[in-house]
Nanobody, 120 residues
């Protein structure tokens, strides 16, 4: 059974950093394209970053480029999202998901998410 579990969220002051983890079971992270998303209250889910299978190419939405970094630890079967210079507008529930048709494709096997709150 495929399962993704997010962790690492929390409460952080504006300008601070957090590192989110997406730990997989039932799949091997370097065999999958895996994306990070977030959903703020009253807003649609937004794609943030993706890391491709095998080569590990990374892609970012413009709003987080230069602040967020997606990476992978194959030994831990985990994908990370390092978030720096956080802003109150980054407050959301953060999710990871498998993008079986590539980083430009749709997502499935969503985790339950981890809450990130940024205060001024």
């Amino acid at each position: 059974q495929v399962q993704l579990v997010e962790s690492g969220g929390g409460l952080v002051q504006s300008g601070g950093s957090l590192r989110l983890s997406c730990t997989a079971a039932g799949v091997t992270v370097d065999d999958e394209h895996i994306g990070w998303y977030r959903q703020a209250p009253g807003q649609e889910r937004q794609g943030l970053a993706c890391i491709s299978r095998i080569e590990g190419r990374t892609y970012y939405v413009d709003s987080v480029k230069g602040r967020f970094d997606i990476s992978r630890d194959n030994a831990r079967n985990t994908v990370y999202l390092q978030m720096n210079n956080l802003k109150p507008g980054d407050k959301a529930i953060y999710y990871c998901a498998i993008k079986s048709r590539g980083c430009a494709g749709g997502a499935a096997n969503w985790g339950r998410g981890t809450q990130v709150t940024v205060y001024a």
